[in-house]
């Protein structure tokens, strides 16, 4: 094992004010269980869980609430014991609806109901099979944890003829204010340890590259310690603090030297698997301690919060419960951001509840929140120039403005990763990543439409 | 917990959620301090007059500017200081001496034909304010080429002067204008001395003499990443390189002389009309140095600075569109 210094250092990115000290100094906290927990069905990348139980029924914590449906897709558990409210559709961080199960927490268990945690059988990961390695990490409801949701055993299972070679473990943590992968680098090194060495037989003995920003020191020194003895070709490699160094491909290029090309193309094409730290650390707990997906560490901050903290806290628990354990506002909000400045989601309630990807709060007064409004591209070339992807922003958005999607396509809008770059570094305050999503959901939409036409036309009449 | 109803009414908005805090407005008003140094210098070379012009053209372009927006019921964009910048310039490449209502049809010209007709900022395929000069320069040729001494000039009897450039023109033999006054023979006597020539102690418009304080302001505009170095370089690369290889005038002399250096630095750097990519800020700064140099040698015109910029801002949509960047990961 040895720390190295990422030589490999892509085309663009930006330097957006951290923030990272109202929260890097805070031990993670654990958090009571509150009143009422809104556990959505829809937690990760995919197709929503299809839930098993229905209003009136009481859960233990650990039972299963929702069932995997389809290939994209994992399993949600009971986060505590309750009883079951209600199950109807609740608005998501992201601004869809999805189907949630209400839990009262507080609800007395019937008799007879035995109110043990339901746990997993803990494996000896060691002696346990691959199979029986990925049944457990998908039994456990695991998903990437650092933002998109992927659904983890299926990253870990490449399809027939491709092999990964790299295993890139992301702590870059390059979100604005976001401190809880660095919390956890620094509190559960041991973990993370455990679960690269799962990851690893899972895999196939690839190497392990352990990716963490240069502006995390302890978080290195933690895995330094933790990864000592670790055999084999691991290394920690340090990156330099650049936006978005935590994306994929960006990470991948920064620790192995690959690019990923266009898409559809995935890392496992250049044989890497990138996981979130958090998710490494969350297989190690459902291989040896058995243990399904019921809380995870967000980041709770902004100028607008008392105490900026990083909970530990249930999956479901609602916002206003996360800001009234943090000491509550100190004064209104003015913004309310479901993860990190630059990628996150402005959500209109604290009603709205944690999933399995909710990285970090954010509360910001109005001081740290602006409403511009755009004036016209001045063609200034900045980015340009911020583009992680190399495209050529500027042009994409006049197209979109224009209504010429096919001439966005043509630029690449594709390829678009949606990091806000552009949008962060644009003097004349255009929405740039806001028009890409827009180009991006259309091309969508149409591709999607012409499969459907094929799928009719192939069937015979 | 039942939902508070009105209570919350948070900023919902497209991520991201914070900003760089660069504006337009800042972008001109670093462009204006980088002007003030060789403002100055136009001010102590050439006095009063330059005064005078570089008030009037300022002035009347806010004018025009505001008067444009509001005969198009578009919002003011006086705030965005383009208006003060394209002034600015335009004046600084005029002779100081020049009438004074000439400035305003110029000015007016700027603003209302090169930038409002095409929609303001942002849409003018031209650089306003050369546009002006030249469409000056074929109106009021006399005028725009009678050139105010600088108040510290070595022949103090004569009021005006031809410029280094058209007496190294004359000098070289690259000439088309064939009576020589005497003034350009106390010129060709001697042409200005490398301090006169770095400094501004030479005719010439009242912004683009000083070729240290152009470069003073351009160091600025580099230091503030307002503008990258790749089209100042390419241009005055070519321009040195050409002169080199062409013979005639000393090659530092076509650098020192003329509008090149405040075209390469301030004028064809201009956002709107120039390509965004740093190959195309290359292809485009190469191109500005070679027709200036072709107009130079061949032209009816001792100085061809900024009809190459022009030519070169018609080009640039094509230039960007071909040095579209590569995606990272693409083909």
């Known amino acids: ?77 009971a986060p505590a014991n309750g009883l079951v409210k209600a199950v109807e559709p609740r608005l998501g961080p992201a601004g869809g609806k999805a189907p949630a199960v209400v839990l009262d927490t507080t609800a007395p268990a019937p008799d007879g109901v035995d109110v043990a945690e339901r746990t997993l059988p803990p494996l000896d990961w060691r002696a346990a099979t691959k199979e029986d390695l990925l049944a457990r990490i998908d039994e456990a409801g695991l998903c990437g944890m650092g933002g998109a949701g992927f659904p983890t055993s299926v990253k870990l299972n490449p399809p027939p003829g491709k092999r990964c070679e790299y295993l890139v473990v992301n702590g870059a943590e390059c979100e604005p204010y976001l401190c809880a992968d660095f919390r956890l680098m620094l509190e559960r090194a041991d973990r993370v340890r455990v679960g690269v060495e799962i990851l690893r037989k899972i895999l196939g003995d690839c190497a392990v590259r352990l990716a963490v920003e240069a502006n995390k020191p302890e978080a290195i020194a933690a895995l330094e310690t933790a990864f000592a003895d670790i055999d084999g070709n691991v290394e920690i490699v340090v990156l330099p603090v650049l936006y978005p160094q935590g994306s994929e491909k960006h990470q991948i290029y920064a620790t192995v030297g690959r690019v990923v090309p266009e898409p559809p193309a995935l890392p496992i094409d250049v044989g890497c698997v990138v996981e979130n730290v958090g998710t490494v650390a969350a297989v190690a707990d459902a291989v040896e301690k058995g243990q399904v997906l019921l809380s995870r560490v967000t980041t709770v901050s902004g100028d607008a919060v008392r105490e900026p903290k990083n909970v530990e806290a249930p999956l479901g628990t609602k916002y206003a419960d996360l800001v009234a354990f943090c000491g509550g506002e100190s004064e209104p909000p003015a ?23 909710t990285s970090g709060l954010l509360l910001l007064s109005r001081r740290r929140v602006s409403q511009y409004s755009s004036q016209a591209c001045i063609n200034c070339g900045r980015c340009v120039r911020a583009c992680p992807m190399t495209l050529n922003a500027a042009e994409i958005a006049k197209a979109v403005e224009a209504d010429d999607i096919a001439s966005a396509e043509a630029a690449h809008v594709m390829s678009c990763i949606e990091c806000g770059a552009c949008t962060f570094v644009c003097p004349a305050y255009r929405p740039i990543t806001q028009f890409c999503r827009r180009a991006k959901a259309s091309i969508r939409a149409r591709l999607a439409a012409e499969r459907a036409k094929a799928a009719a036309a192939a069937k015979p009449a | ?306 009809f190459a910029i022009l030519i070169m801002n018609a080009l640039a949509p094509l230039i960007n569109r071909w040095t579209q960047p590569k995606p990272f990961g693409g083909k």
């Open chain 1, 1 to 77: 094992m040895k720390t190295v210094r990422s030589t490999f250092r892509f085309k663009g990115g930006v330097h957006p004010d951290y923030n990272k000290e109202l929260a890097r100094g805070k031990v993670i906290e654990t958090m009571p269980c509150p009143a009422e927990l809104v556990v959505s069905m829809s937690q990760h990348l995919g197709a929503p869980a299809t839930c098993v139980v229905k209003a009136g029924d009481y859960v233990v914590k650990g039972q299963l609430l929702g069932a995997r449906n389809g290939f994209i897709s994992v399993p949600v558990h």
């Open chain 1, 335 to 357: 913004k309310v951001i479901s993860g990190g400045t630059m990628m996150g989601f402005a959500v209109p309630s604290l009603e709205i509840a944690t999933t399995k990807t």
């Open chain 2, 1 to 306: 917990m039942k939902p508070k109803d009105t209570a919350e009414h948070y900023i919902l908005s497209s991520s991201p959620h914070t900003h760089a805090r660069s504006s337009v407005s800042r972008i001109m008003l670093d462009v204006i301090v980088a002007l003030l140094p060789t403002t100055a210098a136009g001010i102590w070379f050439f006095g009063l007059p330059a005064v005078w012009t570089i008030a009037t053209c300022v002035a009347t372009c806010l004018v025009t500017e505001a008067l444009c927006r509001l005969a198009m019921k578009r919002e003011n964009t006086l705030g965005d200081l383009s208006a003060v910048v394209t002034g600015l310039l335009l004046a600084l490449n005029l002779p100081a001496g020049l009438p004074l209502w000439m400035a305003v049809v110029g000015s007016v010209f700027a603003i209302g034909v090169a930038k409002q007709v095409f929609g303001g900022l942002g849409m003018n395929p031209f650089n306003p304010a050369l546009a002006a000069r030249a469409f000056m320069l074929i109106s009021f040729t006399g005028p725009m080429t009678t050139w105010l001494k600088p108040l510290w000039w070595k022949t103090p009897e004569a009021m005006t002067t031809a410029t280094p450039l058209a007496a190294m023109k004359r000098l070289y033999g690259c000439d088309v204008v064939t009576q020589a006054t005497p003034h350009v023979e106390k010129a060709l006597s001697g042409l200005p001395s490398l301090w006169d020539l770095l400094v501004g102690n030479m005719p010439g418009c009242i912004g683009e003499v000083s070729t240290l304080a152009l470069a003073l302001g351009a160091a600025y505009l580099l230091v503030r990443k307002v503008i990258t170095w790749h089209i100042p370089v390419a241009f005055l690369v070519t321009v040195w390189l050409y002169a080199y290889f062409a013979g005639g005038a000393p090659a530092h002399l076509q650098v020192l002389t003329g509008g090149v250096m405040i075209g390469a630095c301030f004028m064809a750097t201009d956002y709107v009309t120039s390509p965004t990519t740093a190959k195309g800020k290359l292809v485009f700064g190469f191109g500005c140095g070679l027709l200036c140099m072709l107009i130079r040698q061949f032209g009816a015109y001792p100085e061809g600075c900024s």
